[in-house]
């Protein structure tokens, strides 16, 4: 028998630590991973296995006799018999159960596995304790079954590197992670358990089960954990960890084993695992209490200050949502000067990239006007762009000797400014926040600082948007108009031939007048003739003009009937080209709909042209209006357009209105885009019926406010 006495305290603690681990994963994998999965089944039973193997050589060093020891440690070679067939039964079937095992398959390794462990317990494998380097002496069949072992373990590597190869994201990491951990697990534990023993060096043998713990936790996290880290993160992580264990713990564990024995005058083996746990839990639990104290702490002594820096963290996540820049400037400046408590406030923007920076808001400052402007070379715009922070005039004054900082000071007196924040975008100085003393006359704490310092960079942000939001509204406007354009040029061309036609008949009429003066029924049906005509003229013409001059948007009530008359008047002579014939069909005691008239123009010209376009010679066109409500309760006016044309197959129908999408040889694809769009800003909606060879409808919903009065 060995003498261990003076080397059992590191085996057991390792020992004791994988026992636990192996056991609880076990543990933890069958019960809250999809028990009834065979892969799932199959881990759990490697992991007791594991925890068995590390239990045995445990109760090797606990055991009294050379009798008891010899029994745990041939059980530790039973148990760890067990690993090899059931990690290649794992192998086959992870992950998910993608490989369905064959019978041969199962009763080779099942076979195998049973033959190994039974011979466990005889003298074939480990024939007797041991002495000296040997902790035992090894039987005849232990060449075989380091075989066996060897074989097993990478026949499943394998298969799971097959499995890998075919597998694609989470079920691809998830296998990677297994063969990490089996790899790093077999390399060690054959190192030690079937090369050392070969070379008669056989101490060492309980690092074996200890190794199992990588396996285990490599592939018990790839089981439980639904968005796994990259193998890259995880060495990362785990080097940081395996550093802070050999900075932390070791020293401690060595501590407490040298306190104990110039204090015990020996190591008490339970009172060591105590403590070691007892330092695991206690770092475990600071990481995790620590933000929560944290937050209680400044609740309970320091609640004014967490309000604030609360309703800022939440103003500074909702603050990229609002598009408007004057509405973002103002909710800015009220937010901070309200919940900080700060006396005055001052926001500068970029208004020229070669000019500089005007003034968009200001709170209490008298020194300022709505004109004030800060060119940027001036002092305090050149000082914020060069450093990208924040600037604490207090600070600053230390280092006034600087000229450049003299100029800073009192460009910041001027703004009466305690503290100034850059807005920054791009690498680019975008704007400016600046802060007077606050009401209690308290500093900017470091946490002041950077609360505002997120506040800046989530402002920066929020100023782009209104930017782009800005220049979207300017294209979208720049699109309608081109589109207006586009419609007056298919109008304008047939509107010239539908003026000179009642022109000459009126010139006809003028040149017969003087010789017919006196005859009263031609005078009186030519005065008729004649001002139906110029009547018309003038009627097509206002309504042309009326809709090619661009004007800014403005809701007001409107009467859709009339709406749709200037239209149809308009889109006349198109339609008598083709001789399609327009019919109207209008609802009596319409509500009427707060809109733009000129957009809504532009909606229902867009669609009568497609129309007339679509629609056969001598076809026909049907408009109509109704009222309304939804099984919600809301009220619409309907305008409906109905032509005989040839409809709009069944796999375009949701594509009509969106950009650039068109069907027709020539067209732009934006003139339905467009109509949807105005439609929308109305809060309304249009709704597209079609089939082929039949025609196609459109009906446009405008809602009704409660209370508007009718027609």
């Given at each position: ?399 006034s000797n600087s000229p450049e900082l003299k100029g800073v000071i009192e460009q910041m007196c001027l703004l009466e400014a305690e503290v100034s924040i850059p807005l920054v975008s791009k690498g680019q100085l975008i704007g400016m926040i600046n802060l007077s003393h606050k009401f209690n006359r308290e500093i900017y704490s470091h946490e002041d600082l950077e609360l505002l310092s997120a506040l800046a960079n989530q402002m920066a942000i929020a100023v782009e948007n ?5 220049d979207l509204k300017s294209s979208k406007s720049y699109i309608r108009r081109a589109d207006r354009l586009a419609s007056l040029g298919t109008l304008t061309a047939g509107l010239a031939h539908e003026i000179r036609n009642p022109l000459v008949a ?206």
């Open positions: 028998m060995a003498n261990w006495e003076g080397e059992v305290v590191l085996p057991k603690l390792f020992l004791s630590f994988a026992f636990l681990v192996d056991l609880c994963l076990g543990i933890l994998v069958y019960f809250k991973a999809a028990p009834r999965r065979q892969d799932n089944l199959v881990f759990s039973i490697l992991a007791w296995a594991s925890a068995g193997w590390a239990l045995s050589f445990l109760m090797v060093y606990f055991g009294d006799d050379n009798a008891s020891k010899l029994f745990w440690g041939r059980m530790g070679f039973a148990t760890s018999g067990i690993l090899p067939g059931g990690f290649l039964i794992f192998a086959l079937l992870f992950p998910k159960e993608k490989r369905r095992i064959k019978i041969a398959e199962f009763i080779l390794a099942a076979f195998l596995t049973v033959l190994f462990v039974s011979l466990s317990f005889t003298d074939r494998i480990v024939f007797s304790l041991g002495s000296g380097p040997k902790m035992f002496v090894y039987g005849p069949i232990y060449p075989v079954f380091s075989i066996y072992v060897t074989g097993f373990i990478l026949l499943g590597l394998v298969f799971l590197m097959k499995t890998f190869r075919k597998s694609v994201g989470v079920e691809r990491l998830q296998v990677k992670y297994c063969i990490l951990g089996m790899f790093s697990t077999s390399v060690l534990g054959l190192i030690n358990n079937l090369f050392l023993p070969m070379a008669g060096i056989s101490r060492f043998n309980w690092l074996g089960p200890s190794f199992t713990v990588i396996m285990v936790g490599f592939t018990t996290y790839s089981i439980l954990k639904h968005r796994l880290m990259d193998i890259s993160f995880v060495f990362k992580k785990g080097t940081t960890y395996f550093l802070l264990v050999g900075l932390v713990f070791v020293p401690s564990i060595l501590l407490i084993l040298l306190g104990q024995i110039l204090f015990m005058g020996a190591i008490d083996l339970p009172f060591s695992i105590f403590m070691f746990s007892l330092l695991l839990l206690a770092a475990v639990f600071f990481y995790r209490l620590k933000p929560g104290t944290e937050k209680a702490v400044e609740q309970l002594l320091f609640r004014r200050s967490y309000d604030y820096r609360e309703t800022l963290l939440k103003f500074s996540k909702t603050m990229v949502s609002i598009l408007d820049s004057d509405s973002l400037s103002e909710k800015v400046l009220d937010t901070i000067t309200r919940t900080m408590g700060v006396e005055k406030a001052s926001l500068f923007l970029l208004v020229d990239e070669t000019e500089g920076y005007g003034l968009r808001e200001s709170r209490n400052v008298n020194s300022l006007s709505r004109d004030s402007f800060l060119k940027k070379e001036e002092p305090l715009p050149h000082y914020l762009r060069g450093s990208g922070e924040i600037i604490v005039r207090e600070e600053v004054t230390k280092g209104s930017k782009l939001y800005e009126i010139k006809t009429f003028t040149q017969l007048l003087p010789e017919r003066l006196e005859d009263e029924e031609f005078r009186n049906h030519f005065l008729n003739i004649a001002s139906g005509e110029v009547d018309r003229i003038s009627s097509l013409i206002d309504e042309l003009l009326e809709f090619a001059r661009p004007s800014d948007p403005r809701l007001e009530f409107e009467n859709v009937n009339g709406v749709l008359d200037g239209m149809v008047l308009l889109v006349s002579t198109e339609s008598k080209k083709k001789n399609v014939k327009v019919t109207r069909s209008y609802g009596d005691d319409l509500p009427l709909v707060k809109v733009d008239r000129e957009q809504i123009k532009q909606v229902f010209l867009n669609i009568l042209l497609n129309a007339i376009e679509a629609t056969p010679e001598n076809g026909r066109i049907s408009i109509g209006t109704r009222s309304f409500v939804k099984p919600g309760g809301e009220s619409y006016v309907q305008v409906e357009f109905t032509d005989s044309g040839k409809g709009i197959p069944k796999e375009c129908l949701e594509e009509i209105f969106n950009p650039f999408f068109t069907t027709k040889a020539k067209g732009s694809g934006l003139g339905l885009s467009i109509s949807h769009q105005i439609v929308q800003d109305h809060n309304g909606y249009i709704v597209v019926e079609s089939q082929l060879n039949k025609g196609t409808s459109f009906f446009v919903n405008l809602p009704v406010k409660p209370g508007h009065q009718r027609n």
